[in-house]
């Protein structure tokens, strides 16, 4: 395919998004405009290289992978397990590190032993369920929530929470604790299948390119 392509790298809006243009200018791929905290605008372009840059929110970038309205899209781990996309996860970026865990007010650690019906809130009902039902064996009913997700133990919702858990300070702060761990995540760069082989040489280069800046991290 034509060199003149444009690239499309979907990334997702807030915290994570930051830390992979810290990552991205260190291999040589600025987008400046990206970076102005008033703009409203939703693409950004590097005319030299040929690359456009998109913000979405996490759970919408392996929509827009599959899709192949972006190229490659750089998200966590957790939401690549929860949204069940076909699509390449092919480098751990090794930032946004956190875990995926059980969290809730100490009371409730009697309630997960397998045998009791308990309600889980989450943003995350497929990661809950294959923990809860393939895993532990255990009947629980599950609430999807979409944010905020320490406060549904807290005002008697559910007994328990399945959420992200990064410094541990919201648990905390609430009165909480980790449970169970269910699984470390970490941002990963995921592929498009179809731009992976018509596009390989330019994904592979930035791929080469980011796996050796990790490496001398
Ligand atoms: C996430 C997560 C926890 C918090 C964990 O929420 O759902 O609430 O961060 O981080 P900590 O361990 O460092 O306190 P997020 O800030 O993404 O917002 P949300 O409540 O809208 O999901």
């Not at 397990?81 to 970026?93: A, G, M």
């Amino acid at each position: 395919m034509s060199a003149e392509r444009y690239l499309t790298i979907a990334l997702c809006k807030g915290r994570l998004a930051k830390q992979t243009l810290n990552l991205f200018e260190k291999v040589g791929i600025s987008c400046r405009e990206i970076n102005d905290p008033d703009t409203r605008k939703l693409i950004f372009v590097n005319e030299e290289l040929k690359l456009r840059f998109f913000l979405a929110k996490g759970p919408d970038v392996p929509t827009y992978v599959e899709y192949g309205a972006a190229d490659i899209g750089v998200v966590g781990k957790d939401i690549i397990i929860e949204e069940q996309r076909k699509i390449y996860e092919v480098l751990d970026l090794d930032i946004g590190k956190c875990r995926m865990c059980v969290c809730g007010p100490e009371s409730a650690r009697r309630l997960l032993n397998g045998q009791e019906r308990i309600r889980v809130a989450t943003k995350y009902p497929n990661i809950a369920k294959e923990y809860f039902y393939n895993q532990k064996n255990q009947t629980v009913e599950i609430i999807k929530l979409n944010g905020s997700i320490e406060l549904a133990p807290i005002v008697g919702l559910s007994e328990v929470i399945v959420d992200i858990v990064e410094t541990g300070s919201t648990l905390r702060e609430n009165g909480l604790v980790v449970l169970e761990e269910i699984c470390p995540l970490s941002a990963r760069v995921t592929v498009n299948p179809v731009s992976m082989r018509m596009e390989n040489e330019r994904i592979m280069k930035l791929l080469r390119d980011l796996g050796a800046c990790l490496e001398n991290r």
